[in-house]
């Protein structure tokens, strides 16, 4: 039957990653609606996540060599050169499938995916190529920039912000890093329990937060610790946020950006009788944060408002708040390992238009809190513009303000009293973490 394609493992990939590419789909959501609505084994569901999540990932490496197979690719149909590219994947970094077996799923697929005749000559013909000649070799490019973004597959405006920011070398780790495969982390609710939960899940202790697990691989959702509420799931930088406050249980708090609410309820177990108010723009968003609240049994010590950061100000009195986290919307840049999707949706403007709104939220926030109270910013990037210029230009304008100085056992991460991290350090997320306090 001509549409027994769409059950294959590679007809489902090729299917989600034309609704990435031709759609603006994110990746992670359009893979978890196919999954959910197929009858496929768990080995082929595996595979269909390597196949988009790879694919994505090495888009201008993989387009790079097709370049050399194809004259031109704007007269081939976009499916068509879609499903080049998810084969050529495979016949590059995947090595336990043979090369004559991708070449013909990829066959037949063209066959009976395309209603015109001869997609599936080109199919075989370039993969044939691919498979049997010698590659062309990208570290053979003589630009800096350009070799770099090839062999990473990053744009060339995001490779020069790097080098700029970070220098050549540490650039190069960085983007190496990114395609280290992601940990599951979880963070422990009661810390008591962390030998006992890492004994029975196999996993290892963080290195850089005293409630984190991590495990190269593991679905922790699926665990009774997760059902019961004993554990969540949340990167290891972003454990690091909640204790910066340094909540004694009695504090009135606001979290500026509260979705999808991991930093939330972290904030929310340390609370007796204090309470937490969490805004975001959405209600789906507001949901998220009421959910994973009940789920872990903090939901008496959290109350959602829909509200844009900005306008805090308007609605909440002066001195309503001991302490407020603003975890800033931002680039995301720090999140590639596990959205690869961020590097090709950027562009360099969107940094100081991001920095306009990081600085409002910050500005408006600031005007609800008590003296002596403390806000604690922080972000998923890397870029300075987001991070350090945001404070400098915070404290620069509100002389009511100094920094707070944080520390950390990995000394590595501490720059000019914040908390800097890069994917390359720990293999986590790339994370930013400041604190200033109202003196006057």
Known sequence: MANDWKKTARGTALMVLEDVFDNGAYSNIALNQALQSSAMSQKDKSLVTELIYGTVARKITLEWYLAHYIADRDKLEPWVYYLLMVSLYQLLYLDKIPAHAVVNDAVAIAKNRGNKKGAEKLVNAVLRRASQEELPAPSSIRRKNKRLSVLYSTPVWLVKKLSEQYGDERAETILASLFVRNKASIRVIDPDKLPGIAAATGAELSQLSPVGLVKSAGHFVATDYFAEGDITIQDESSQLVAPTLDLQGNEQILDACAAPGGKTTHMASYLTS???IALDLYDHKLDLVKDNAKRLGVADKISTH??????????????????ILVDAPCSGIGLIRRKPDIKYNKENQDFNSLQEIQLQILSSVCQTLRKGGIITYSTCTIFDEENFQVIEKFLASHPNFEQVKLSHKQEDVVVDGCLAITPEQYQTDGFFIAQ?????
């Open 274 to 276: 204090g309470h937490i």
């Open 306 to 323: 829909k509200l844009d950061a900005t306008k805090v100000h308007e609605v909440f009195a002066a001195d309503s708040f001991d302490k």
């Open 436 to 440: 200033v306090k109202r003196i006057l």
